[in-house]
């Protein structure tokens, strides 16, 4: 590299949502945007996730949005691998993604036990992509920093970390650094949140931006309504009562699961709904309810939440609600009959509890599956969601006689209004680069961009490298 030239490659979610990892090079050294996980099918995952396309040692400071796995579930891998650079992130994230790694790892572990022991006569077997402890040794680096206060991460960079309203702790990444052409500012929104939110404040679009990074997830779609989340909500769980079966929600433990307790909440007080059991089956989704209760004051919470916080002081603890920490009371809910909801992580079932509810319940016509969040291209969600009739869970195939219902209206990531709207408000000087989007979003958010009067609309492709002047 020139001493004097900047440039930014893309080794992750450059034409797929998930997978994070964007590598900025200054002269001063480089700076990784997020490390995430790709999440897909297990072949193309554990190839996309063990090889990196540039020497983790290389990496002078890292930078982490949020603490989904999507953009910070490599960290482990990263630091096992020789990196020993500072970590920097919000202090909610870096609270956050300490529990979430030590999951991932747990959940990668047992897994990978589980499916080697029922394909044990194919000597078919897996291995966990790290440890524990190699997770402790990522979350050791962290040194968290506040929403607005400006850092060096590297001589002559200075970094921002703006609320992103994604998720508790998320931030877009600002970055004000030398070029050839000048210094320049160049934001990263990791992901961004919505307009229309249950908990948190709207993402305010930053000053001054030369470049610009950001999500491209649904680029091509809107979303429903939040309002009419408590309606289809109710619906399903009506039709659930009477039939006397299960819905089992495949949820995000961070954000999806409070705001599907807090809907579930409303619909019961309004007598809108039976008074139906609920289950939480996830050991981390419990840790991070409770981390929502001691951050109910951040002001990345819109105002409303933060004065019902403040009056209720424990948002989320309802007395119908079950949270669920073993694996025996976990195992226990296949042999309760229904109606019940069973709300359990992951998100696009990849992984953890809910595979082993799916296993039991999808040959069940009385069965809901409940998706509230974005499902990737190849995950077993997505397959659910498209309609297959048959589908593989650790190896095994089950049919798929459930009904399998989607809402949309809880996405926290932007719609393709929201993106436009931020875009044109952001408006940056000098180019744009879409990521963490499927190809057609990316492209069709692109042309709409185009066709707007927009200049250097780039959708870059996996480990493309381009200057910064």
């Known amino acids: 590299m020139a001493d004097n030239k900047t440039f930014i490659s893309f080794h992750g979610a450059a034409g797929e949502v998930t997978g994070s990892r964007h590598l900025v090079e200054t002269p001063a050294g480089s700076l990784l945007l997020d490390c995430g996980m790709f999440q897909g099918h297990r072949s193309d995952a554990q190839q996309k996730n063990r090889d990196f396309k540039f020497p983790p040692a290389s990496v002078d400071a890292a930078l982490l949005s949020h603490a989904h796995v999507d953009h910070c579930g490599l960290m482990p891998l990263l630091y096992k691998n020789g990196c020993d650079a500072p970590l920097y992130a ?8 300490t529990i979430m790694l030590a999951d991932s790892a747990r959940l990668q572990e047992n897994d990978a036990q589980f499916f080697n022991k029922i394909h044990a006569a194919e000597h078919l077997t897996i291995e966990p992509l790290y440890g524990e402890e190699d997770a402790n040794r990522a979350v050791d680096h962290f040194r968290p920093v506040e929403y607005g206060a400006p850092f060096s991460p590297l001589a002559g960079v200075e970094a921002t970390l703006l609320n992103a309203g994604h998720v508790l702790g998320s931030a877009m990444v600002q970055l004000d650094l030398e070029t050839a052409g000048g210094r320049r500012r160049v934001v990263y929104t990791g992901d961004l949140g919505r307009e229309e939110t249950l908990l948190l404040e709207t993402p305010q679009p930053p000053k001054n931006a030369d470049y610009l ?24 769980i009506k039709r659930a009562w009477n039939d006397g079966g299960k819905i089992i929600i495949p949820s995000f433990a961070l954000e999806r699961t409070q705001e599907i307790i807090l809907v579930i909440d409303k619909l019961r007080h309004e007598r809108a709904v039976p008074e139906i059991p609920v289950y939480v089956d996830s050991p981390m989704a419990i840790s991070l309810t409770e981390i ?46 229904g109606p019940m909801i069973i709300i359990s992580a992951s998100g696009m079932c990849e992984g953890g509890r809910i595979l082993h509810h799916l296993r039991n319940n999808l040959d069940k016509d009385t ?23 048959k589908v593989k869970i650790f190896g095994m195939e089950h049919d798929v006689l459930a009904r399998v219902d989607t809402m949309h209206s809880f996405s926290s990531h932007a719609d393709k209004n929201d993106l436009l709207d931020f875009i044109k408000r952001a408006a940056p000087a000098r180019g744009v680069f879409l990521v963490h989007g499927d190809p057609e979003a990316r492209a069709a958010l692109q042309q709409t961009l185009t066709a707007a009067g927009a200049k250097n609309v780039r959708c870059p492709a996996m480990g493309e490298r381009f200057e910064l002047n």
């Open 90 to 97: 919000t202090p909610a994230t870096a609270e956050i993604t």
């Open 213 to 236: 990074v950001i999500e491209s997830t649904y680029g091509n779609r809107l979303h429903e309504p939040l309002m009419d989340a408590s309606g289809k909500l109710a619906e399903v």
């Open 292 to 337: 929502f209760n001691k951050h109910r004051g951040n002001l990345c919470f819109d105002a409303k939440f933060r004065d019902y916080a403040r009056h209720d002081g424990d948002p989320f603890g309802f007395d119908y609600i079950h949270y669920l920490r073993s694996k025996d009371e976990s195992q226990a809910l296949n042999n309760k009959k």
């Open 367 to 389: 069965t809901t599956v409940l998706l509230v969040g974005y499902q990737a291209q190849g995950t077993l969600g997505r397959k659910l969601q498209d309609g297959e009739k």
